[in-house]
């Protein structure tokens, strides 16, 4: 029986490139998405990967969520914590509700989705997590104090989440993302993106594909031993 897979996010940028690329690996995929209903029926009805609407920052909207996808599809062996939301500002001015809803959609949904998986992994002795951090959550990025600290946070929850799971057949890893080519990089100003791409080693963006690779390689059945680490994908720009 195919592994059923959750990817949180799924629909748009690199979600979508890890959602297909499950699928065409076997996967029964599940795409959720948070609000841009229309956008992710069009990429259910191209693709055939079921999406479900939620907001994977609020706990009790994740638990409904996740119940309905294991109704649907079965319960789920394969999470990718890959939602998330830029607010780019630099302190001095920042509002408390730009700092509050970066860290509850890019790092309280990592908690919310876990939680939601866990039981059920831990009953059946496997489980595969991936958590998409970001190049910004390990070298820091100016205007981005709230998405460095919730990047920057993932890395130390999916550490945590590792010890706890090795026993129990669960891996969880971090994919550090560096700049690729979505809508929420190309919103960078042209400027400041410019000079960010100058600085790229590869000298491009990434593409989401590349991302979908390295999610592929850290979910497979006989990856089991590989768990707890943070694997750099962004061509060269951070050397950790
Ligand atoms: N480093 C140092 N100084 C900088 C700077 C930088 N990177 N960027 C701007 N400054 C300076 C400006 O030159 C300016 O200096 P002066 O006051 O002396 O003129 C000062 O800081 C204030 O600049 P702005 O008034 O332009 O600041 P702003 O309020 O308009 O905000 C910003 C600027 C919106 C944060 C803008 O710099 C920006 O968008 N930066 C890009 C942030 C970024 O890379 N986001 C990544 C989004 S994609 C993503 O997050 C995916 C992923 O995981 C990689």
Same mark, same amino acid.
């Given at each position: 029986?195919?592994?059923?897979?959750?990817?949180?996010?799924?629909?748009?940028? &690199?979600?979508? %490139?890890?959602?297909?690329?499950?699928?065409?690996?076997?996967?029964?995929?599940?795409? /959720?998405?948070?609000?841009?209903?229309?956008?992710? $029926?069009?990429?259910?009805?191209?693709?055939?990967?079921?999406?479900?609407?939620? $907001?994977?920052? $609020?706990?009790? =909207?994740?638990?409904?969520?996740?119940?309905?996808?294991?109704?649907?599809?079965?319960?789920?062996?394969?999470?990718?914590?890959?939602?998330? &939301?830029?607010? $780019?500002?630099?302190?001095?001015?920042?509002?408390?509700?730009?700092?509050?809803?970066?860290?509850?959609?890019?790092?309280?949904?990592?908690?919310?989705?876990?939680?939601?998986?866990?039981?059920?992994?831990?009953?059946?002795?496997?489980?595969?997590?991936? /958590?998409?951090?970001?190049? /910004?959550?390990?070298?820091?990025?100016?205007?981005?104090? /709230?998405?460095? =600290? %919730?990047?920057?946070?993932? &890395?130390?929850?999916?550490?945590?989440?590792?010890?706890?799971? %090795?026993?129990?057949?669960?891996?969880?890893?971090?994919?550090?993302?560096?700049?690729?080519?979505?809508?929420?990089?190309?919103?960078?100003?042209?400027?400041?993106?410019?000079?960010?791409? %100058?600085? &790229?080693?590869?000298?491009?963006?990434?593409?989401?594909?590349?991302? =979908?690779?390295?999610?592929?390689?850290?979910?497979?059945?006989?990856?089991?031993?590989?768990?707890?680490?943070?694997?750099?994908?962004?061509?060269?720009?951070?050397?950790?």
């Amino acid at each position: 029986m195919a592994r059923v897979a959750l990817v949180t996010g799924g629909t748009r940028g &690199i979600g979508a %490139a890890i959602s297909g690329a499950l699928k065409d690996a076997g996967y029964r995929v599940a795409a /959720n998405y948070g609000s841009k209903k229309v956008k992710a $029926d069009a990429f259910t009805a191209t693709t055939g990967i079921p999406s479900y609407g939620w $907001d994977v920052g $609020d706990f009790a =909207a994740t638990q409904a969520g996740v119940g309905k996808v294991t109704a649907d599809l079965g319960p789920v062996d394969v999470l990718v914590n890959n939602a998330g &939301i830029t607010r $780019d500002v630099p302190l001095h001015k920042m509002t408390d509700e730009q700092w509050s809803e970066v860290v509850r959609v890019d790092l309280s949904s990592c908690f919310n989705t876990c939680r939601a998986v866990i039981d059920g992994m831990r009953e059946r002795s496997f489980g595969r997590i991936v /958590n998409i951090s970001s190049i /910004n959550g390990q070298a820091g990025q100016f205007g981005q104090a /709230n998405y460095s =600290a %919730a990047k920057a946070g993932i &890395i130390g929850f999916s550490k945590a989440l590792a010890l706890e799971g %090795a026993r129990k057949g669960i891996t969880v890893n971090t994919i550090c993302p560096g700049y690729i080519d979505t809508e929420m990089v190309q919103a960078v100003p042209p400027d400041v993106l410019k000079a960010i791409v %100058a600085k &790229i080693p590869v000298g491009r963006l990434g593409k989401a594909e590349e991302i =979908a690779r390295a999610v592929l390689f850290l979910v497979a059945d006989d990856a089991g031993f590989v768990t707890g680490s943070t694997l750099t994908v962004n061509g060269g720009q951070y050397l950790t």
